[in-house]
């Protein structure tokens, strides 16, 4: 029902409301299943003016794709906003899916050199397949190189999407050329440092999610051009920046501002080809609102 074009146009809207204070959207309620390997997130939200609120409920199991399960299991119920009855169970797999790599998608369009042909994805699961749609939307590739632990699993990924993209497996000496880079794993340990990255890419940080999980080292940190999808939620969950203040090496108040400020014009994005840019995202319920909002709209023009 809905493109990844008209997706990464919908966040545009949405993440101006984050920054703007139209959106509200209370930090995610999370509960932790130690004893399955789980995490179960509860997000809320709504933005004046919606016809809809809407509530997320999502179970994060990490041994999942050991089993050649889903990592992500979930359901967004949706209320009316004016009346309070609710009025829809939307799929929360597909959902998270889409507006998670549209976000990207957008942030890259901002943020990316304009003339990037090579992509590097880590991770296989739905989240790279989406990431896939949402870079391709934005600039013209040549090619996607892909870095999985498993051997296995990166050839069978790569294989599944010849058809649509040229794909390779990734190496250290690859990843080099990449100009933009997405992390896409629920990795507690950095998956690339500084020196394996080239001069003036870009980075898609989204696969980490709470404290003590990082994707990129402090050093990529340090030096990068950070923007956060919202900066009271990434001060609590985004880890890739937590550790390295932690640390004492970097600062919230080097965060060069939300991505909404950007879309708004507020701030600006890329200011030279060196440089190297980086969205960390944790996930924001106001992007799911602004899929509901989108997919009610189709249904009732329908």
Known sequence: MVSM???????????????????HVPTRLSLDLPDNNTTSLIMPAYAIGSPYYCVKIVSVNYSNPNKGLP???GVVQVFDASKGNHVATLDGESITAIRTAAASGLATDLMAIKDATICAIFGTGI????????????????KFIVFSRNDDTVAKFCDSHSKKVNCEIGSQATLKEADIICTTT??????IEFGNIKSGS??????????????????IVIQSKIIVDQMKACK????????????????FEKVHGELG???AGEI??????????????????IQDLAMVNLILKKLNDD
């Open 202 to 219: 870009h980075l898609n940080v989204i696969g980490s999610h709470q404290p003590m999980m990082r994707e990129v080292s402090s050093d």
């Open 261 to 263: 400020q950007v879309v």
């Open 186 to 191: 629920p990795s507690q340990l950095p998956l």
């Open 268 to 285: 600006p994005a890329r200011e030279s080809e060196n440089e190297i840019t980086l969205f960390k995202s944790v996930g924001n319920a």
């Open 236 to 251: 609590k969950e985004a880890g890739d920046l937590i550790i390295p203040m932690e640390e004492g090496q970097w600062s």
């Open 5 to 23: 074009k008209e997706a990464i146009h919908a966040m545009k809207s949405a993440f101006v409301q984050l920054s703007s204070g139209d959106a």
């Open 127 to 142: 989240q790279a397949t989406s990431h896939i749609e949402a870079i391709m939307e934005v600039r013209e590739l040549e």
């Open 71 to 73: 990592l992500i299991h």
